[in-house]
């Protein structure tokens, strides 16, 4: 198997956001999703973005994703900046490079939950390296679920699932959008435990975007956004101190909106 970096071999910049504008509409109608991100998201870390509603984490991370285009300035993943890729530069560095995992899971229906895990080399053409499925499926807790397909699993299963499947390919970063949004406490604890594992383990870098404190408290750091800039984060955070970051800003938010 493939060993991941971990301790000093896994520092350095995994993807970062280079004075990221996104606007939506034009002069009077413009929204301003993003207002000069500037930030790094280091390598071997579990970092989470959060913020209110409409403060533009989810807008970050696809920008940062390569799923989505900034206005202006640039994002960097592994050391490939973004700005002025081809479609199919894009589409080879998002099969290569980056994992994804999705509140609504994104498994087909058809496939068994080792063909869904499979399916990113499948279509990129590449040998399963088995030593790092297994390891993968093992650290997941799935491998009396691999002839399972998606509906004959727990939503917690098949979030599992997904994650696999963002690992498997061995990415440079993986983003999390809401992972455990339609899951209970339960099968929450297990996804996000898995994926603390990933970071602890095989030193993965992870980017999650939650409103949830108890998520988020499975983090090394947490961004905070509001009105589309960075405004504060937190280290090695705890549920009680991100409750209170997050009563702050949407207090701010409140008296804004009240003008």
């Given amino acids: 198997m493939s060993e991941r970096p971990t ?3 896994a520092r350095g910049v995994a993807a970062s956001a280079h004075d990221l504008v996104k606007t939506y509409g034009s002069e009077e109608a413009e929204v301003r999703a993003l207002d000069g991100v500037t930030v790094d998201l280091m390598k071997g870390e579990f970092t989470a973005i959060m913020g209110p509603s409409g403060s533009g984490k989810s807008t970050l991370m696809h920008c940062l994703a390569a799923l989505d285009t900034p206005t202006s300035g640039d994002a960097v993943v592994d050391g490939t900046g973004l700005a002025g890729l081809k479609d199919k530069a894009l589409t080879t560095l998002r099969r290569e490079k980056v994992g994804f995992v999705f509140q609504a899971f994104n498994l087909i229906p058809t496939l068994t939950a080792r063909e869904n895990i499979l399916l990113p080399l499948d279509l990129a053409g590449r040998k399963v390296d088995q030593a790092w499925f297994d390891a993968v499926i093992d650290a997941v807790g799935l491998r009396d679920r691999l002839s399972h397909r998606p509906s004959e699993m727990s939503g917690g299963q098949q979030q599992r699932v997904a994650c696999a499947r963002a690992l498997v390919s061995q990415p440079s970063i993986v983003f999390a959008d809401e992972p455990t949004g339609n899951l209970d406490s339960t099968s929450s604890a297990e996804v996000l435990g898995f994926l603390r594992r990933s970071v602890d383990e095989f030193g993965q870098t992870i980017v999650m975007v939650t409103h949830d ?22 280290r090695d955070p705890d549920r009680d101190a991100i409750l209170a970051k997050m009563a702050g800003l949407q207090d701010l938010a409140t008296a804004k909106a009240a003008g």
């Fill in 7 to 9: 301790g000093e071999a």
């Fill in 213 to 234: 404190p108890v998520a988020a408290s499975y983090t090394d750091r947490i961004l905070f956004l509001a009105d589309g800039r960075i405004v504060d984060e937190l």
